[in-house]
């Protein structure tokens, strides 16, 4: 038997569209495996009642398929689904470390990284992996073409996550086709300081680094009271903030001493437009441990 913990994730950072991804330090899904003849799957904790049991329809029935590791797997999940917290590559994440272990195939991390995109296929229709890349490895990563570079990095955040479902899914086909050269080079310069500011550790530059104009504002449209909330944080301190992964919850960068101001003012923000939310402070942080 292994037991594995994974962090929730936030991918995208506004300039990094299916790029960049942080692990968060909390909340996180705790998934156990044993050997078995064939898969099956148990799922308990926050919205369990939405995920499917069904191996073909749950992420990490994909992950043992790709494995070929059958194996009873019990999910205990921390992140809710559709949050935009990477609540499926939480599951895929934990899956892919336990069920190597478990059956000693003698991966690497990040030569689980695109077994474990496998689950994202299944519910997001494509393989991206910019939310199992930090839920496995930490820290902020930067994936392209099947390699990712991770970077450890202290930045402090705040998620915060309404009660509105956004499937990821949904939220891809709001995506544009194409953009405008000027905004693709607001965006370059955008990744490029939000790198710099993560290599440093400063959260001013990645703050500043999170402004993007041609994804984030079709995502902002599917959360009621997104510019509200953006504006509550921003005066509250906050360095930047975005649609966290395809939304509905929104990531704020700050410096550790406005967070718990930063958190709050987000809520009241939410609760102004009758929307009730729940704030995690967090900061970015490791990736899945064995427990
Ligand atoms: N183990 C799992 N954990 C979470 N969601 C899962 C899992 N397996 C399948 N799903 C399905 O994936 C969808 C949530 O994934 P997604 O839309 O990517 O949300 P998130 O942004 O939180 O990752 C839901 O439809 C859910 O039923
Ligand atoms: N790059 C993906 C990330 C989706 O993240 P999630 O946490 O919402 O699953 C996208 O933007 O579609």
Redesign the pocket.
């Given at each position: 038997m292994r037991t594995v913990r994974a962090p929730a994730t936030s991918a995208n950072l506004g300039s990094g569209f299916d790029v960049f991804g942080v692990a968060l330090d909390r909340p996180a899904?705790v998934v156990r495996v044993e050997k078995a003849e064939k898969t099956t799957?148990e799922?308990t904790g926050a919205?369990s009642q939405?995920?499917?049991e069904d191996p073909e329809?749950?992420?990490?029935?994909a992950v043992a398929e790709a494995l070929d590791a059958p194996a009873h797997i019990r999910?205990d999940?921390g992140?809710?689904?559709?949050?935009?917290?990477?609540?499926?590559?939480?599951?895929?994440a934990a899956?892919a470390l336990a069920l190597n272990g478990l059956y000693d195939r003698g991966y690497s991390r990040q030569e689980l990284v695109p077994i474990a995109a496998e689950?994202?296929a299944?519910?997001?229709g494509e393989a991206h992996s910019d939310?199992v890349a930090p839920a496995l490895l930490g820290g902020f990563t930067v994936a392209r073409h099947g390699a990712v570079t991770p970077v450890e990095t202290d930045i402090p955040l705040v998620a915060c996550l309404p009660e509105i479902a956004?499937?990821?899914?949904d939220?891809r086909r709001v995506v544009p086709s194409r953009a405008d050269m000027d905004d693709v080079v607001h965006t370059v310069g955008s990744a490029a300081t939000l790198a710099v500011g993560m290599c440093r550790s400063d959260p001013e530059l990645v703050g500043a680094g999170m402004d993007e104009r041609i994804v984030t504002p079709a995502r902002a449209e599917l959360i009621t009271g997104y510019d509200d909330v953006r504006d509550a944080a921003l005066a509250a301190g906050a360095t930047g903030v975005t649609v966290s992964?395809?939304?509905p919850s929104l990531l704020a960068v700050c410096r550790g001493t406005d967070r718990a101001r930063v958190a709050s003012a987000m809520l009241d923000a939410f609760e102004d437009v009758g929307v009730d939310a729940r704030a995690y402070q967090t900061k970015v942080g490791a990736g899945a441990t064995f427990h």
């Open positions: 899904d799957i799922v919205g939405y995920i499917p329809k749950n992420v990490v029935g999910i999940k992140v809710r689904p559709s949050s935009g917290l990477g609540s499926s590559a939480a599951s895929s899956a689950g994202e299944v519910v997001s939310n956004v499937s990821t899914r939220a992964g395809a939304g």
